[in-house]
């Protein structure tokens, strides 16, 4: 009967899932691939670390100095990062997904692909950034500046740019901003004439000039350019 016990206490045991094996490990150190989803990395200095492939998932990385990590096809849906300095940082194929970045730095990064869908990013910092080809679909860009960075191939699809400043970018070649918000959006001197999904209501409420090229058949209109406030 003993034994007949002992065998059916193992054949349960083998069902339930290992749970120890697969949990974060907050106190391991900096490298690739750790698992710091759901730790608190707040105050922290680890500039210049490797975490290529990571997974930040829920983590708390405010107020942390992350400049000139590799953060290539690291995962970081969800975090919080507010005002996080990711300076110099690479980021390509990052998963920044809904995470909630307030007045983070994110100039002179290398993020090539990452998403960045439906994040938190009011007056973030991408100044001198390679965005190529990143989404920001849904994204709340409110006030960011995206000076001298290059925006082609990137998608900012329904996302939120009201007085963002994109005057200083570049685009060499698409921009998608299909139902983009942009009151009072900074597109001075930008070259949009090949940007997709982009509509006179949207013209109509940005702030642009007469160096502003934009696609066939829409008209830069009466109220530009627009004061500086």
């Given amino acids: 009967m003993l034994l007949g016990f002992f065998a059916a ?3 349960m045991a083998a069902g339930l899932p290992f749970r120890q094996a697969d949990a974060a490990d907050c106190r391991a150190d900096p490298e690739p691939e750790v698992d710091w989803s759901a730790c608190s990395k707040k105050n922290l200095m680890l500039g210049g670390s490797n975490f290529t492939g990571a997974n930040f998932r829920d983590a708390d990385l405010s107020y942390t100095d992350m400049r000139e990590t590799n953060l290539t096809a690291a995962v970081l849906e969800k975090a ?6 990711f300076t110099g940082a690479r980021m390509e194929k990052a998963n920044f997904a809904r995470v909630e970045a307030y007045r983070s730095s994110f100039q002179k990064v290398v993020a ?3 998403s960045f869908a439906s994040a938190e990013l009011q007056r973030a910092a991408f100044d001198g950034a390679d965005l190529s080809y990143a989404s920001f679909e849904k994204a709340d860009l409110s006030r960011a500046s995206f000076d001298e960075t290059v ?8 996302a939120n740019l ?4 994109l005057s200083k970018a570049s685009v060499a070649g698409t921009i998608g901003l299909d139902r983009a918000f942009m ?3 900074r597109i001075e001197g930008l070259d949009l004439s090949r940007a997709t999904g982009l509509d006179q209501s949207q013209i109509d409420m940005a702030c642009g000039d ?7 058949g829409l008209a830069a209109p009466a109220s530009w350019p627009c004061p500086r406030d």
């Fill in 9 to 11: 206490c193992l054949v």
């Fill in 80 to 85: 919080t990062m507010i005002r996080t300095w």
């Fill in 112 to 114: 090539k692909g990452a």
């Fill in 151 to 158: 925006l082609s191939g990137a998608s900012f699809a329904y």
């Fill in 162 to 165: 009201s007085r963002a400043d």
């Fill in 183 to 185: 009151l009072l959006t």
């Fill in 210 to 216: 007469a160096k502003t090229r934009l696609p066939e």
